[in-house]
């Protein structure tokens, strides 16, 4: 298992091809990301308000086989909230009650987020 820091920091938040570039690196070192490696990864995107490619980031943080933790939903919820996008909010949270993950104040904040920016019907 790779430490999360290694020769060169990781890429400031919001930097999507510096951060994915960034998990290429340790691939290529032979270097295993870790959890918060990918996180940085969804987060990248989260700040980009690029929902859609936070979410594909979780899946292949799962496809890595590492479990993602209530940060790493948090941050993909987040996404969705700042686009308003309810639905996709609510369907992060029924992953992560599934996966047995604990919903905190960060999380129930993002549900409000997005009701809040959802376009009226």
């Avoid at 400031?12 to 990918?38: F, K, N």
């Avoid at 993602?68 to 992560?96: C, F, K, Q, W």
């Amino acid at each position: 298992r790779a430490p999360t820091a290694w020769r060169g920091a990781p890429p400031p938040a919001g930097e999507t091809h510096g951060a994915v570039a960034w998990l290429e690196r340790m691939a290529a070192r032979q270097l295993q990301p870790d959890v918060v490696s990918y996180n940085s990864v969804v987060n990248s995107f989260a700040r980009r308000k690029d929902p859609d490619s936070a979410a594909m980031w979780l899946e292949k943080m799962e496809e890595a086989r590492l479990e993602p933790n209530t940060i790493s939903y948090n941050t993909v919820v987040a996404a969705h909230a700042r686009v308003g996008d309810a639905d996709a909010v609510a369907a992060v949270l029924e992953r992560m009650t599934e996966a047995g993950l604990p919903l905190n104040v960060v999380t129930w904040t993002s549900m409000l987020t997005a009701c809040a920016n959802a376009s009226p019907v």
